[in-house]
């Protein structure tokens, strides 16, 4: 099975080794019919602590690293 890759913006690098990301998804209310944006954050590992605030970085999925690190950064956009 293919490991999930997503998209999202860094809001936190103050731990070692972790940042925070906001991955953003749009779709449309099934009633409604309105495009509904909704976010969700995901806290990945980072060996190098190369990233910061404000950047734009794919995540991958990867075995547990801690307590709630599921996800490796990949590259920055």
């Known amino acids: 099975m293919p490991k999930r890759i997503l998209q999202g ?6 731990n070692d080794q972790t940042v925070t990301v906001s991955v953003e998804r749009r779709f449309r209310h099934p009633v ?12 990945a590992h980072d060996a190098q602590n190369k ?21 490796e950064v990949l590259t920055a956009q």
């Open 9 to 14: 913006t860094v809001t936190s690098d103050k």
């Open 51 to 71: 990233f910061k605030t404000g950047d734009t970085v794919r995540i991958q999925e990867c075995a547990p690293v801690s307590k709630s690190k599921r996800w």
């Open 32 to 43: 409604l019919k309105k495009t509904i944006r909704s976010s969700k954050k995901y806290r």
